[in-house]
């Protein structure tokens, strides 16, 4: 049995906030977009179901997924697949949360982005301690923005001291931070620094394409977010085919969910069983640390 990683992104393109670097801010959905996306995620629910293989599902959705029920729904009935290993969702933690006492904890991450502009600090760790509550794990992060740097100081504080907290560096402004802003980052993110950086990938073996893969609503394939190329799709007969390692073929990466895959880097040894959720478990860094 092999044991596939798979990065699905459906149709859903649409966010109920608005971050002011982000093309999906207040971008309304239309009933249509949200009528094919649940047909596609339907689809592919019942695809995992029918898989031999065991399967780890992380949502990286155009916009927020979670405040649909259809993926409070999908992510349930996921969750309790005796071949599913692992479903992990990245959501702005912004919708209710009473749902998430059907999932199957076990199976079950969330990968919590915190956005300083849109919600308060008290309502999002709110939110934070009801995951605690119910044992759902959970990494907690937002980008590095300077002007987020006290607030981000205050979420480190008022989180369960074993919540990892990664940090994405801002790299829309060349030369962004001082050394001492690099200090601080690191001193909330004890790994910013494998974040704040462009790697230069082409010719380098990645993972993806392989035993990691991404899959489009409509079922096509690609390598990684990345790499628009489709090379096969899920629901032909014999896709699996379509699945062998390769070289990258782009310049550069620069994303966690695309270079964390990248084979010199050794970011398995890292995170653990818990890549595609971004938990870095805090206690061995402290037990690393003089
Ligand atoms: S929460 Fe995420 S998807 Fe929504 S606007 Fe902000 S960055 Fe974009
Ligand atoms: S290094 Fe990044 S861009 Fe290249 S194949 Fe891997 S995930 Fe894709």
Known sequence: MKNWKIL????????????????????????????????????????????????????TPFGEALIHNYYQEGIIKLSHL??????????????K???????NNKTVALWCSFHPSQVSLSEFTG??????????????????????????????SE?????????NAYKHEKDYYSSADVQFLNSIDPL????????????????TG??????????????????????GNIYNAGFESVLYSRLCENETCHCY?????LEELELAKVYGDSILERIYDLSHHKANTP
């Open 8 to 59: 699905y992104r459906g149709s859903l393109s649409g966010c109920n906030y608005s971050c002011f670097y982000c093309p999906f801010a207040k971008k309304e959905i239309s009933p249509v977009n949200l009528h094919n996306d649940k047909s596609e995620l339907d689809r592919f629910i019942k695809w995992a179901q029918e898989q031999e293989n065991q399967l780890e599902i992380m949502f």
């Open 82 to 95: 005796p071949n599913v290993k692992k479903v992990v969702i990245q959501t702005n933690l912004s919708g």
């Open 97 to 103: 949360l009473s749902w998430i006492e059907s999932v």
């Open 127 to 156: 939110k934070c301690n009801s995951l605690d509550s119910s044992n759902i794990r959970h990494s907690v992060g937002c980008v590095g923005m300077k002007e987020d740097f006290t607030v981000i100081s205050r979420l480190r």
């Open 159 to 167: 989180l369960n001291p074993s919540t990892y907290i990664w940090i």
């Open 192 to 207: 910013f620094n494998t974040n704040n950086k462009v790697y230069q990938t082409k010719g380098k073996i990645c993972g």
């Open 210 to 231: 392989d035993k990691v893969f991404s899959v489009k609503g409509n079922g096509d394939i690609t390598r990684c977010h990345f790499h628009s190329t489709c090379i």
């Open 257 to 261: 969910i695309g270079y964390v895959h």
